[in-house]
Every structure is written in structure tokens, then in C-alpha cells.
T-cell receptor
Framework: KAGVTQTPRYLIKTRGQQVTLSCSPI?????VSWYQQTPGQGLQFLFE???????NKGNFPGRFSGRQFSNSRSEMNVSTLELGDSALYLC???????????FGPGTRLTVL | AQSVTQLGSHVSVSEGALVLLRCNYS??????LFWYVQYPNQGLQLLLK??????LVKGINGFEAEFKKSETSFHLTKPSAHMSDAAEYFC????????????FGKGTKLTVNP
């Protein structure tokens, strides 16, 4: 079974731009969660989606948004990028909700 | 609210020595507990998890952890370190029957010396 895939793997943007990251969960998994990893703050929860509905949201500003499609693929969007948004963004999938989360390789976002 | 404290941001051991990585958690509800490992430029790989039942949990690559409710601890051990164990290790907690949200510790970077 293929694992969680994330695209792109690396991204460079400038301040003020917006970015969209994509996550394809393991086949059959309907729950997708997103995390931000930075050296200073560590791993922080962004959002959780199940069956196209956001079930939980972390403590991030409204510039961070996400969605999930009917095939369980998920995207997250960050608008008006700031230097502090530079991070590794990790996606995880699980099934059913509450089960073990399996992580993708991440998207490394650099904001210049 | 839940939280995780990993004691020691860096741990160094010799090859063949015991590995002990410490994790204490705080949770107002029965927890699920996890250990993940991260190699450079990679995502997180699950080592082991505790949900319910047996408190000694065995994982991959020879790692195990013991859930001690009275001590609110979930320390990770391996009897004999290998060079390939060098990585960063994260302890995490979530709620039983609750949301997917994982709360992570700050991580412990393990160095294995030859």
C-alpha cells in the first residue's frame, strides 16, 4: 500500500505570496491532519479533516486554511506569507478517526 | 488540555549501550501515547503506541515503552543502540475516543557514538 504523499516536497516563496500544499492519504484513509514543524515551536497541530469536514483546528491565524475533497485528498493554503511561516508542513492520515496517524515526508516551505 | 514533556533535548550513547528516552505527559482524559522517529529530511515514522491493555508496548527496531499511569510517564527504551538509531524521537499524546489531534513533545535528538 502506498504511503501518504505530499506535493511539492520543496517550495520557495516570497513574503506576501500565497501557497497551496497538497496531501494524498493512504488508500482507504478518510481522516487527514496537518502539522507545522519549526525549530522553535516544534510540531504544532494545524487542522484535522474527516469526510470533507474540519473536525478540529489548532491555534493558527486565519491565513492558514484547508479543505478536504471527496476522495479524501487534502490541501492547505497559507495566504499573505510571512517569514515565520517557513517550516516543514506534515500531513498525516488515519482510519478510522482516533487510530494511528501515518505521516507523509512533508513539504519544506521557505519564505524569503 | 494535554501536554508532553521530553526530558533532554539531546541524548548521546555509545553503540551497544542502553537507550533511554524520557517522556512525561499530562492529560485530563485517558490518553493514547505514541513514539515517533524522524530521520533527517523525512517525515515521522511510528515506533510504537499505547492505547489500552498491556502497559509494556513493543515496537519496531527493538524499541519498547512502558505506560506508567501513576508516574504519567511513557519512557522509550532499547537494550542495545545501533548507529542506525541516530535520529530525533518524538513522544505524543492524544485523547482516547477523541479527535485526531496529536500533541507532541519538543523531541530528543539521539546520537550514537561508535
Amino acid at each position: 500500500k502506498a504511503g501518504v504523499t505530499q506535493t511539492p516536497r520543496y517550495l520557495i516563496k516570497t513574503r506576501g505570496q500565497q501557497v497551496t500544499l497538497s496531501c494524498s492519504p493512504i488508500s482507504g484513509h478518510r481522516s487527514v491532519s496537518w502539522y507545522q514543524q519549526t525549530p522553535g515551536q516544534g510540531l504544532q497541530f494545524l487542522f484535522e479533516y474527516f469526510s470533507e469536514t474540519q473536525r478540529n483546528k489548532g491555534n493558527f491565524p486565519g491565513r492558514f486554511s484547508g479543505r478536504q475533497f471527496s476522495n479524501s485528498r487534502s490541501e492547505m493554503n497559507v495566504s499573505t506569507l510571512e517569514l515565520g511561516d517557513s517550516a516543514l508542513y506534515l500531513c498525516a492520515s488515519s482510519s478510522p478517526p482516533g487510530a494511528t496517524q501515518y505521516f507523509g515526508p512533508g513539504t519544506r516551505l521557505t519564505v524569503l | 488540555a494535554q501536554s508532553v514533556t521530553q526530558l533532554g533535548s539531546h541524548v548521546s550513547v555509545s553503540e551497544g549501550a542502553l537507550v533511554l528516552l524520557r517522556c512525561n505527559y499530562s492529560s485530563s482524559v485517558p490518553p493514547y501515547l505514541f513514539w515517533y522517529v524522524q530521520y533527517p529530511n523525512q517525515g515521522l515514522q511510528l515506533l510504537l503506541k499505547y492505547t489500552t491493555g498491556a502497559t509494556l508496548v513493543k515496537g519496531i527496531n527493538g524499541f519498547e515503552a512502558e505506560f506508567k499511569k501513576s508516574e504519567t510517564s511513557f519512557h522509550l527504551t532499547k537494550p542495545s543502540a545501533h548507529m542506525s538509531d541516530a535520529a530525533e524521537y518524538f513522544c505524543a499524546v492524544s485523547s482516547q475516543g477523541g479527535s485526531e489531534k496529536l500533541v507532541f513533545g519538543k523531541g530528543t535528538k539521539l546520537t550514537v557514538n561508535p
